[in-house]
């Protein structure tokens, strides 16, 4: 990360990088950014009189980030062009291969739909793919040339739509409901991250007026205790804006605010194409585990263990009439004998909302199956793909299934151990299907898709608070350092305030 910062400090790097997300940046361009930059920073230099040193050291650092800023705004912009392309090609392959119901026909519509870029260039080299007649390997040629449009994006939904289109031109049948269920999704999918992005923007907003505000507080505290020196008329040598105290927590909250700055404008950068998550797939899985073969008489035992030092040692000290250090070690003893509880709540509520985030996605691929497939066939194809919380949770339904396919408990045990209804909801739907059977299943379908775009919702809004609480976190930020900041600045100016009444008696 150092080094690429330092390399980015050559404009011809920096030039390269941003051509790299497909757009040009100028040495113009540089030349006017980093000189507003220089002023800005040496305009606060001024305001809050800091000294040579320190106002050369802000500088060094505004040099450091800018690049990094500049990068992050052009990176930003690429992946919301990216997002935007990867939506607009779904949609039209949807609608172009309904129309011709072939793959190649649909690439070559699709491809007159973008101007010069990434997507349009993928395209061709597909359509080109196809051209040649020969497959790579036993894929097929079809889905080798669509593995090369997925390749740049990494994007399950296109992926999916790629499954659907290959199914629908090499086994035939009827398409048009799951083309509806595609486009559906994409729609809700595309209006929760745009409406994603206008929050993190507006919270990248909320954050920079924080910012202003706090340092013309800051400022205004400064140019306040000053002026004091201007009603005693005093001609002290007393100069409050030199004060080392002063000039340091001028320096670090200057420095501060930069570095927030440039978090929050590192927020807004995201790929919006992969799917969120709480945490990393063997960490989840590590927990998931956990919670399912969660011992209590063991886990107690551990706790009274840890606890058991704590609580001797709390005994001793209040014999030795140390009760500060008595009650210290026995809320620890207290805390160590209850963590196996605290640890197993935490695990579970984090579990349970990976799988909130989790379910749609399979519910998804489970509504398109079920167009050709009944629900275990749909079930069993589905494991491939599901995210990796659902995955031992599947295998087990499988298991529960073959031994009592008719029974309602094979499909409610789904996701037991985890309080969520709409899981429950949706396993009876699916049992409601299975005996039923394809031929009349479109309605629970229907139903289904229902209760799909209501656990999308309640993931996203999960995502989103997540998101929001960490705007939110930001935006406290200069507001705090501000805080510690005039309290110094108070302290100094009351001193100062002191010194100042007595060189007035003394002209007195």
Same mark, same amino acid.
């Given at each position: ?5 330092? %390399? ?41 009189? =800091? ?53 190649? =026909? ?35 040629? =079809? ?13 399950? %939904? ?17 398409? $048009? ?95 919006? =194409? ?93 509504? $398109? ?30 298991? %529960?299934? %073959? ?106």
């Amino acid at each position: 990360m150092k080094n690429s910062v330092i %390399r980015l400090l050559n404009p011809k790097n920096l030039q390269r990088e941003v051509h790299v997300y497909g757009y040009h940046f100028s040495w113009k361009n540089q030349f006017v950014i980093f000189l507003c930059a220089f002023a800005g920073m040496a305009a606060l230099g001024i305001i809050f009189k =800091l000294s040579f040193p320190f106002t050369v050291l802000i500088l060094a650092v505004m040099t450091m980030l800018l690049p990094v800023l500049i990068l992050n705004m052009y990176r930003h912009m690429y992946e919301q062009k990216k997002f935007a392309d990867v939506v607009t090609y779904i949609e039209q392959m949807m609608y172009s291969f309904q129309k011709s119901g072939k793959v190649k =026909l649909a690439l070559m519509e699709c491809g007159e739909a973008f101007g010069d870029g990434e997507m349009k260039s993928v395209i061709e080299k597909a359509v080109a793919y196809i051209n040649k007649g020969k497959a790579g390997s036993g894929d097929g040629i =079809l889905k080798e040339a669509l593995m090369m449009i997925e390749a740049p994006y990494r994007c399950r %939904r296109m992926h999916t739509a790629h499954e659907l289109l290959l199914n629908a031109e090499e086994d035939g049948g009827e398409v $048009l409901n799951s083309i509806s269920l595609i486009l559906e999704d994409t729609e809700n999918w595309k209006r929760r991250v745009y409406k994603m992005q206008a929050e993190k923007k507006q919270g990248h907003m909320d954050n920079i007026i924080s910012i202003l505000i706090a340092t013309a507080l800051c400022a205004l505290c400064l140019y306040v205790i000053d002026y004091m020196r201007i009603l005693f008329r005093s001609d002290s040598a007393i100069y409050v804006f030199k004060h080392f105290a002063v000039q340091l927590t001028s320096e670090v909250f200057i420095l501060f605010s930069m570095f927030i700055f440039a978090k929050s404008a590192g927020s807004l950068t995201g790929d919006w =194409l992969k799917e969120e998550q709480f945490i990393k797939k063997n960490r989840i899985l590590q927990m998931y585990n956990g919670v399912k073969n969660y011992d209590h008489k063991k886990e107690f035992l551990k706790s009274i263990l840890f606890a058991m030092p704590f609580f001797l040692s709390a005994v001793t000290f209040f014999f030795l009439s140390k009760k500060g250090l008595c009650m210290l070690f026995l809320f620890g003893a207290v805390f160590l004998l209850f963590q196996h509880k605290i640890g197993y709540k935490l695990s579970k509520q984090d579990v349970t909302n990976e799988i909130y985030i989790a379910l749609p996605q399979w519910l998804m691929d489970m509504a $398109l199956l079920l167009q050709n497939n009944n629900v275990q066939v749909s079930i069993i194809k589905s494991a491939d793909h599901a995210p990796a919380v659902l995955q031992p949770e599947l295998a087990a339904l499988t298991d %529960r299934i %073959r031994k009592e396919p008719d029974k309602l408990s094979a499909y409610t045990g789904f996701c037991g151990d985890f309080y969520i209804p709409e899981a429950l909801s949706c396993m009876k739907m699916l049992h409601s299907i299975s005996e039923s059977g394809i031929g009349d299943a479109k309605t629970q379908i229907h139903n289904l898709l229902g209760h799909i775009n209501k656990l999308q919702n309640q993931a996203d809004n999960k995502i989103n608070e997540q998101a929001l609480f960490k705007m939110r976190m930001i935006f406290s930020y200069p507001v705090f350092a501000a805080a510690v900041k005039m309290l110094v600045d108070m302290t100094v100016g009351m001193f100062v305030l002191f010194q100042l009444m007595g060189s007035a008696g003394g002209i007195v």
